[in-house]
């Protein structure tokens, strides 16, 4: 069974930083990884999906990397900014189950102006 | 395009009250997806609907929840009765499917309905 895992769960940095946001997943044998947004009491925002052939995908200031043989992934955010405050999810799509993304518990991260 | 639709954003019932969730996918998507997401166990996947017929429904907790997709721009997400453990956040999803394995598609969530029930 698929079990995704994010560390840290809370992350507090001042605005100007770059930052890393962690993503492990126990079975490599996925189609693709997609990283979302949570704001408060709203739905997700997809931020970048990554299928299994690629190794990094890149908008913005936003840059997520994939390493599948080892069940890791990266969420950088270059030069953070106070509204990018937010929770942030990642999924994965397993081969075991097609279109069934599991979901980690998320970061919570806080930028201070 | 409005985006996924669910309603209502807030439901407060009594434990043993029959509760309906509605959403509305975005236009021309072919999948649906219904998830439920608490403090204790995150988002998870309830059930998921391709081309209106419920492909997986393994997440569905026990008997008392059951959804359906009359058509392609509705589905119902209803739990009789409820009990104060259904409380959550459900979220409602869409996406466009051309059903070919490893091929990603992007889901799209709607604001979700914060069930609460006492």
């Known amino acids: 069974k698929q079990e995704v895992t994010q560390i840290p769960a809370a992350l507090s940095v001042p605005e100007g930083e770059n930052l890393v946001l962690n993503c492990s997943f126990t079975?490599?044998?996925?189609?693709?990884l997609q990283w979302f947004r949570q704001d408060p009491g709203k739905g997700l925002t997809s931020l970048l999906l990554?299928?299994?052939?690629?190794r990094e995908q890149t908008s913005g200031r936003l840059n997520a990397s994939l390493d599948k043989s080892s069940g890791r992934s990266t969420l950088y955010i270059a030069a953070s900014q106070p509204g990018d405050s937010a929770t942030y999810l990642c999924?994965?799509?397993?081969?075991?189950?097609?279109?069934?993304?599991?979901f980690g518990t998320g970061t919570r991260l806080l930028v201070s102006p | 395009d409005a985006g996924v639709i669910q309603s209502p954003r807030h439901e407060v019932t009594e434990m043993g009250q029959e509760v309906t969730l509605r959403c509305k996918p975005i236009?021309?998507?072919?999948?649906l997806f219904w998830y439920r997401q608490t403090m204790m166990r995150g988002l998870e996947l309830l059930i998921y609907?391709?081309?209106?017929?419920?492909?997986?429904d393994s997440g569905m907790p026990e008997d008392r929840f059951s959804a359906k997709m009359p058509n392609a721009s509705f589905s119902t997400l209803k739990i009789q009765p409820s009990e104060p453990r259904d409380s959550a956040v459900y979220f409602c999803?869409?996406?466009?499917?051309?059903?070919?394995?490893?091929?990603?598609?992007?889901?799209?969530f709607g604001p979700g309905t914060r069930l609460t029930v006492t």
């Open positions: 999803a869409s996406s466009l499917s051309l059903g070919t394995r490893g091929t990603a598609y992007e889901q799209y």
């Open positions: 079975d490599s044998a996925i189609y693709n």
């Open positions: 236009s021309g998507h072919n999948s």
């Open positions: 990554i299928q299994s052939s690629q």
């Open positions: 609907f391709n081309n209106n017929v419920p492909i997986d």
């Open positions: 999924a994965v799509e397993s081969r075991t189950g097609f279109q069934k993304l599991v």
